[in-house]
């Protein structure tokens, strides 16, 4: 059986979860075996139920009180003991924070092989053979798993999320677990109504061309107009122009999105490291010759000032018409 962790965020779900369920379904499908999700958290049966529409028949839903804390260790036994029984050999996590922690400790516990940042279906299963990204996205390796767990983070917006309605089971399951070793010292909410970053479509980002953080309101015009999340380069977040939960590049949030604005970022590799698995990269730089400009799609060379202004008033005419 095939296992999919589908996180979900305050009873919710999103693309990356559906996006998981479409590869975690297809996968299963390659290897002639079944597939089921695994919820861990206050879900509501109709929430769950919803992941049906991509493909899943059955969904275990795991509520235990000592699960409310993401405890890695306590997250990782809930794991191994629901992959006991249900018989599962192969697992899926999105390939973000959370399911990159998890996924090395599952595969450690169950004496598995972990792969990260794969991108597609297995090229063949005997040998098991299958492709992931690497050196930030510049180049692809294949990998061939000789272990019989099998542990996989997939890149975010690599597969795709592919609709195929089917009938859901919902299984209540219990584990047993020892009391959380984690203390919370502090519990701040999360922004609300912003678009998470890793889970974006579209994003906006910013970097030291915007000139100062005072210049910041035509971005975030832009990006809501576009219903787009916002990012920044690393000298602003570092300079606190913006905040460090917008940075990507190597060193920040990694993101696939389907269109990546570049305004006023030069490209440094750093930067690129984070933003190059991009489909569609638009930029605008006063310099000509930016490094930006070579992993462009589009590109503008003129004052981000001046152009965005433009670029409003473009779409909002394209959204009112």
Known sequence: MVLIYTQNWDGKFKKLSYELISYGVALAEKLGTSAAALSIGDVSDDELKSLGKYGITKVISLKNEKLKVLDNKNYTLALAQVAEKL??????????????????????KLDGAVITAVDALPESTDPFIVEKKVYTGKAFAKIKVNKEVKVFTLFQNSFGVHEKQAEVAIEQMDVDLPDNT?????????????ILLTDAEIVVSGGRGMKS???WGPLEKLAELLGAATGCSRPVSDEDWRPH???????????????????????????????????????????????IFEYADYGIIGDVHKLLPELIEEVTKLKNS
Do not use: C
Request: proline share 5%; charged share 20%; net charge positive.
């Open 213 to 215: 953080p005072d210049n």
């Open 245 to 291: 939960s917008e940075h990507v590049g190597q060193t920040g949030k990694i993101i696939a999105p389907n269109l990546y604005f570049a305004l006023g970022i030069s490209g440094a590799i750093q930067h690129m490291g984070g933003v190059s698995s991009s489909k569609f990269i638009a930029a605008i730089n006063t310099d000509k010759d930016a490094p």
């Open 182 to 194: 984690t203390t919370v010292l502090e519990t701040k909410k999360a922004e609300s109504g912003k």
């Open 87 to 108: 018989g599962a050999k192969t697992f899926i996590f999105a390939h973000n924070n959370e399911g990159k922690a998890l996924a090395p400790r599952i595969a450690a």
